[in-house]
């Protein structure tokens, strides 16, 4: 694509590295399946890493599109489901394999700690549930969960621990447990998730090593330092997924008082400062449409593709639906990078 072409030229090297983010000809020999594949952050990451992405679900339709629009082929299953009624039987018979790793995300919201912290009395905490049964009835070689960090203190830390539990009695699995930062591997913006991953090998969980932070504040110990969210901003034009939302003259003249790494006290939307990583790219309400931040420089949020970017979604990645949707995708993922190491890790194990 020429849009790719040019951005290798640029000398920026965050939009150099995202577009020489490309899947591998040469694959590991290991498969997984994905459910709660929302916009395909971690499906994107285990492809890089050189998993074969067999299938991948989610009970939006449009979700599984933009999946199936990225990494479909002859030999990958995309379809969408409801997991209470997706069982490991219909994997195996569909896809014709045996899948080596699962992977997912069930909907953080009733955990999240800028949710209703319902907690598995919401009907979405219970989809955990339905996770670790299908994880069982597949029997593969390792599991991957992640969400929210507020899981882990809900109800002074008993739904935590009661999600574990679930997870052992239900696979037999050996768990690892992690809190990770996306800012600390390269993506530009702070963005911490739980990770939880089982392994139904004891050598293979004795053997597992969280991946080591590439960067950090500063330049130091080999680290390099954290790319700036300017550096995703950069470059745009032209690019899929980048379409401006219209703001009225007065919403863009309250944001030009708004000044970088601040909050508009109207909106509670945040301003994008250029010189730092952004805060979390969030998902907003059910209600309409995302929670985009402010841009840096220009009166107007952020698009869908700045969102990605900060996500560190490639360029090529498209996202399906309208902005909304879109917006929601984003806002939902594990950001590419960070799933990329954590399943490089989980390879050297399995490999």
Request: charged letters at 25%.
């Amino acid at each position: 694509m020429n849009k790719r072409i040019d951005i290798e030229q640029l000398e920026n090297e965050y939009l150099r590295f995202l577009s020489n983010l490309q899947l591998p000809r040469k694959r590991l020999g290991l498969r997984y399946a994905s459910v709660f594949c929302g916009g395909g952050g971690l499906d994107l990451g285990f492809s890089l890493a050189g998993f074969e992405p067999a299938f991948s679900s989610d009970v939006v339709p449009q979700y599984c599109e933009t999946v199936a629009n990225n990494l479909g082929d002859g030999g990958h299953v995309v379809e969408a489901h409801d997991i209470s009624k997706l069982s490991g039987a219909h994997v195996e018979n569909v896809t014709g394999q045996k899948m080596d790793m699962v992977i997912g995300g069930p909907p953080c919201q009733s955990f999240s700690i800028l949710g209703s912290r319902g907690s598995t009395a919401d009907p979405r905490g219970k989809l955990v549930f339905d996770y670790a049964r299908f994880i069982r009835e597949l029997s593969p070689q390792a599991f991957l969960f992640e969400n929210v960090p507020g899981i882990m203190t809900l109800n002074k830390g008993k739904d935590w621990r009661q999600l574990l539990k679930c997870f052992e009695d239900e696979t037999g699995f050996f768990l690892k447990v992690n809190k990770l930062n996306a800012v600390d591997y390269g993506v530009s913006q702070y963005r911490q998730r739980v990770l939880l991953i089982g392994f139904r090998d004891k050598d293979a969980a004795d053997r597992f090593r969280w991946p080591e932070a590439t960067h950090s504040p500063k330049q130091s110990q080999g680290k390099k330092p954290y790319r700036t969210a300017s550096l995703a901003l950069q470059n745009v034009e032209g690019v899929p997924n980048h379409v401006l939302r219209k703001h009225s003259q007065r919403v863009m003249d309250r944001y030009s008082f708004v000044e970088p790494g601040e909050m508009d006290r109207k909106d509670h939307t945040d301003r994008i400062h250029p010189n730092r990583p952004s805060g979390t790219v969030l998902v907003g309400s059910g209600a309409g449409g995302g929670r985009p931040f402010i841009h840096p420089t220009e009166h107007r949020h952020i698009t869908v593709r700045e969102a990605a970017r900060l996500q560190s979604f490639p360029d090529w990645w498209v996202f399906a639906g309208g902005p909304t949707a879109a917006y929601r995708q984003v806002g939902n993922a594990v950001p590419p990078l960070m799933a990329k190491v954590v399943a490089d890790a989980v390879a050297r194990v399995l490999g």
